[in-house]
């Protein structure tokens, strides 16, 4: 079993950037794939970004391709996500999860853990 704890949200204006961390507990890390999700109010929590277990393969939403990298470090038991260039319609809660299967990265079924989540808010 894995925990997870996001950090870095906070309010930010249109423009900006900000970087999420993910910190997860256990000594297994490196074999989870490792994803990020958004709830916006009144809105389905949507996929954002994944990373596969090694960090060789990485997926993005077609909102955020090209503003937002997601990375980890497997020695600091840590997954990031940078955003860059970042609009109000960013604006949600942050969730990150971990999938002991790969494919699929996009699903919210296929993750077996979740962070509790950090806000992001970006001003106009």
């Known amino acids: 079993q894995v925990q997870l704890v996001e950090s870095g949200g906070g309010l930010v204006q249109a423009g900006g950037s900000l970087r999420l961390s993910c910190a997860a507990s256990?000594?297994?890390?490196?074999?989870?794939?490792m994803g990020w999700f958004r709830q916006a109010p009144g809105k389905e929590r949507e996929f954002v970004a994944a990373i596969s277990s090694g960090g060789i393969s990485t997926y993005y939403a077609d909102s955020v391709k090209g503003r937002f990298t997601i990375s980890r470090d497997n020695a600091k038991n840590t997954v990031y996500l940078q955003m860059n260039s970042l609009k109000p319609e960013d604006t949600a809660v942050y969730y990150c999860?971990?999938?002991?299967?790969?494919?699929?990265?996009?699903?919210?079924?296929?993750?077996?853990?979740w962070g509790q989540g950090t806000q992001v808010t970006v001003s106009s």
């Open positions: 999860a971990a999938a002991v299967f790969a494919g699929a990265y996009g699903a919210i079924s296929n993750y077996n853990y």
């Open positions: 256990g000594r297994t890390f490196s074999r989870y794939h």
